[in-house]
């Protein structure tokens, strides 16, 4: 008995001692970066914050990942690359569709004419410029160069001219920045059986101009398969791929494979000779064992068919786990397109791929309707792959830590897949877009885990160094803003609600089911009598900028779902912060309606009262007074309430008169930047983006004395303020040396989700128009593009929501529901330059602003040389 007692007397003491620097701890403030804990430092409550992060970016669509000499590299459609010494921050190093001088193609239009006899340069879709679209990069230790010497960087790109005439050809370089030589283009698409011609093309389409005619003569097969071709002569699309998208890979015995498509057809797979990287054709058709085409010329089908948006093809052996993975993107890539990326395997490089549910990539029979085209609006292939990640907004709300809407994507997709055999780690490589930002894009990339099932789940977070760690269940307890990805193929953005995990693993909040932790890391949730397998993990909250817990997970439907970790906060310290957070800004001069929130962070209610309802209500409705009365002042009241505990805070605000209409600002550049009128400050230079300091304006002979010169690398920062009425007019003259698509000449923002743009040459076929982001987008186009190298009037004026857009005088677009942009008399203005496109390169002259609309015949007098 006593020996006894004195081991329980010890073991009580041993647990004391270890206890007492667990406190300390925990309770202590940590200075090291802001990384997540690892095993050795993983105690309860530890957050361990740092400094917070900053991110260089990268604009490169559908990038293409490698890994040469210590650095990661990715590339993309339109000639574009980067390069990344830690996947976190990135450089571009190209330079575009530079005609010579080419950093990857040296004088691009001779080396891959080969390519360009088909399609992309100066062609139907492409005329005026390139399509070079969607390549793959990899290193192939067997390919025989040109001096006998083996091993090469290989490049498959795809040119395109249409939706379907594309084709498929490589070059090669021993050094991966380039320059790389053209070498052969393998595969064609949009071919028909008699002598064709696209608008605006001279290339004659039959399949005779394409490598078909060498294979039949050399023996490779006899003759074109009469099912390319539909009734009416045309490309049959409804069975035979998109030659784009191009994504090669070894298998586990070493055998060299090229998965490719887009739409139409479906995606497709050649075996390639690893020596020469040339495709072995079939030669012959059949079938699979599981009833997949295989096609004399194209090869086998894995994935997709009959029209529907399935492209993008990424496959890669996983040989810790001795599966193939096949990620493929749905939907339509621009930001409101619904893309997203989803996932197969299989056990075979040439399939049959699945799903998590046993779903195939190659879409049934039922799915086919029998019409040839691509089927933009079908979603009817939704249940089809696990998704992966979608469009979502892990929503900011007033109280939250950080700024701006929150975290979120629009449209991520077209991903490559880095995988490291040695420490096992895997990272999703994609573009994205984002919500209110229009379509500019930046590169992402994103762990990826292995959920227990051996299904792929990514981080709800980019990448910043953190590592998959032991974590405790006292940090993991807590409310989360909870997504669930869903299977729909959509546009809309999937907003976050909130779910907490309780301690007695219960789910409780917007989201309900049970939660619980097996091993060091592992997650997995019940939901509707769904489990969710996948792993707890600390990242960092690039909205909130702190570290936070997170969980990511995937169901055996597919379906994948996210949590990020809120504040562990008293209920007097949430309504504090809302409180501090609750600002409008500048409320000495309104001149629009004010959107007072009804919903703080953490289920805080807000409700409003006004001293006088005449100026402003308590939905925030705003009266300006009229011409030549006096401004109005008010005070708000807003009540913020949060589980019995109530604080007021109150506003005083001053509605600003409406002004008499006339001309506000005048740039004439006669060598300088000032505005003439004297109503506004001189405009300053910029680099490439609003906010880059540097670039260089100079002046030559314009419509009216001179002119100012873009020379597509600056800029002109215009004074704020230049509009705050929702009736204005712009006018300028336009001499543009190049049109590219969301260029801006004139630029105005109330914020970075909230603006206006004239675009020379804008994103529907090249029109030029007035752009409007904001929550209802409207594209003022014109029908129209103006010339390059000549002048231009073009004027747009703007009245309580109708638009009108002239060009040399004449009205080319009149329409409605134009969105009021300009609520605040400190909107950011700017020529030439955004904060997210390629500048303008050209002349301007002549810029008028006006308070109010002016009139068609005032309009047809300012576009007078």
């Not at 893309?339 to 299989?346: I, P």
């Not at 049934?364 to 040839?372: A, H, K, N, Q, Y």
């Not at 830590?401 to 995988?419: E, W």
């Not at 004010?594 to 006088?612: A, F, Y």
Request: aromatic share 12%.
């Amino acid at each position: 008995m006593r020996k006894t007692s004195a081991q329980r007397i010890t073991f009580i003491v041993l647990i004391l001692l270890l206890m007492i620097p667990l406190t300390v701890s925990a309770n202590g403030k940590s200075g090291e970066p802001n990384v997540p804990p690892n095993e050795n430092n993983n105690k309860p409550h530890l957050d361990n914050q740092g400094d917070s992060m900053d991110f260089e970016n990268a604009s490169v669509h559908d990038p293409s990942i490698i890994k040469a000499d210590g650095m990661y590299y990715v590339f993309g459609t339109h000639i574009a690359a980067a390069k990344s010494e830690d996947l976190i921050n990135w450089t571009n190093f190209t330079n575009g569709y530079t005609r010579t001088d080419n950093t990857l193609y040296g004088d691009l239009s001779e080396n891959l004419s080969g390519s360009f006899e088909w399609a992309g340069e100066n062609d139907a879709d492409s005329r005026g410029g390139f399509g070079v679209w969607a390549p793959d990069i990899f290193w192939n230790k067997d390919y025989v160069n040109e001096d006998g010497t083996k091993g090469t960087y290989m490049i498959y790109y795809s040119v395109s001219s249409t939706w379907q005439r594309s084709a498929i050809g490589y070059a090669v370089s021993k050094d991966i920045e380039g320059p790389y030589e053209y070498v052969d283009t393998i595969v064609y698409s949009g071919f028909t059986e008699v002598e064709a011609y696209d608008e605006n093309s001279n290339v004659n389409k039959q399949w005779e101009n394409t490598n078909i005619s060498g294979l039949i003569e050399d023996g490779v097969f006899a003759e074109p398969n009469p099912e390319w071709f539909h009734s009416d002569d045309v490309y049959n699309t409804r069975l035979y791929p998109n030659a784009i998208d191009a994504n090669m890979f070894y298998d586990e015995d070493g055998t060299l494979w090229m998965t490719y498509g887009s739409w139409s057809g479906g995606i497709y797979m050649y075996e390639l000779d690893k020596s020469t990287g040339q495709p072995i054709y079939p030669g012959e058709d059949g079938r699979t064992e599981d009833g997949r085409m295989i096609d004399r010329y194209f090869g086998t089908k894995i994935a997709g068919g009959f029209g529907h948006s399935i492209e993008a093809p990424y496959a890669y052996y996983d040989e810790e786990l001795d599966y193939y993975y096949l990620y493929l993107t749905y939907g339509g890539l621009a930001a409101t397109g619904g893309y997203q990326m989803r996932v197969f395997r299989s056990e075979s490089p040439t399939g049959p791929y699945v799903d998590a549910a046993g779903e195939p990539a190659a879409l049934p029979d039922s799915l086919d309707d029998g019409t040839v085209g691509n089927k933009v609006d079908s979603s009817a292939h939704s249940d089809f792959g696990n998704k992966l990640m979608g469009n979502f907004l892990f929503e900011r709300k007033i109280g939250d830590p950080g700024s701006g809407i929150g975290h979120t994507y629009a449209a991520p997709g077209h991903n490559s897949v880095h995988y490291d055999q040695v420490t096992g780690e895997r990272f999703v490589v994609f573009h994205t877009r984002f919500p209110n930002r229009g379509e500019s894009h930046e590169v992402r990339v994103h762990q990826l885990f292995m959920n227990k099932e051996g299904w792929p789940v990514a981080t709800p977070f980019r990448y910043s160094g953190e590592t998959l760690d032991k974590v405790n269940k006292q940090d993991i307890v807590g409310e989360y803003k909870f997504v669930n990805h869903g299977r729909e193929i959509t546009g809309s953005v999937t907003n976050s609600v909130f779910v907490t995990l309780n301690k007695d693993n219960t789910l409780s909040g917007d989201v309900t089911g049970t939660w619980k932790k097996t091993g060091h890391n592992k997650a997995e949730l019940t939901i509707d009598g769904k489990t969710y397998d996948g792993v707890f993990l600390r990242q960092y909250d690039t909205s909130s900028e702190l570290t936070v817990m997170t969980f990511t997970a995937m169901s055996n439907e597919g379906v994948a779902v996210w949590g990020t970790k809120t504040l562990d906060r008293t209920v007097e310290e949430v309504i504090e912060a809302v409180v501090n957070d609750l600002d409008f800004g500048d409320l000495d001069s309104v001149i629009s309606n004010l959107t007072l929130p009804n919903e703080g962070t953490q289920n805080t209610v807000i409700s409003w009262e006004t001293s006088d309802p005449g100026v402003v209500t308590d939905t925030g409705e705003v009266t300006r007074p009229a011409v030549g009365e006096e401004d109005a002042t008010a005070t708000l009241t807003a009540t913020i309430t949060k589980d019995g505990t109530t604080i007021t805070k109150t506003f005083d605000i001053t509605v600003l008169a409406y002004l008499p209409a006339g001309l506000t600002a005048h740039y004439a550049f006669e060598n300088t930047l000032e505005d003439s009128t004297g109503n506004f400050g001189t405009g300053t230079m910029t680099g490439n983006r609003i906010n880059n300091s540097g670039g260089m304006i100079t002046y030559t002979d314009g419509v009216r004395g001179e002119a100012a010169v873009f020379n597509g690398d600056s800029g002109v920062r215009l004074p704020d303020g230049l509009i705050s009425s929702h009736s204005y007019s712009v006018s300028l003259w336009l001499k543009p040396e190049e049109l590219t698509a969301h260029t801006t000449a004139f630029f105005g923002a109330r914020t970075n989700s909230s603006w206006i743009s004239l675009l020379p040459g804008g994103t529907n076929n090249g029109q030029t128009m007035v752009w409007s982001g904001s929550q209802r987008w409207v594209d003022a186009t014109t029908g129209e593009t103006i010339p390059a190298g000549e002048w231009t009037h073009v004027a747009f004026t703007v009245d309580e929501g109708n638009i009108k857009v002239y060009i040399d005088g004449v009205l080319q677009h009149d329409g409605n529901n134009f969105p009021n942009i300009f609520t605040t008399t400190n909107g950011t203005f700017s020529l030439a330059v955004n904060w997210w496109d390629e500048p303008f390169k050209g002349l301007m002259d002549e810029l008028r602003v006006y308070e109010g609309a002016l009139s068609p015949e005032e309009i047809v007098e300012l576009a007078q040389k």
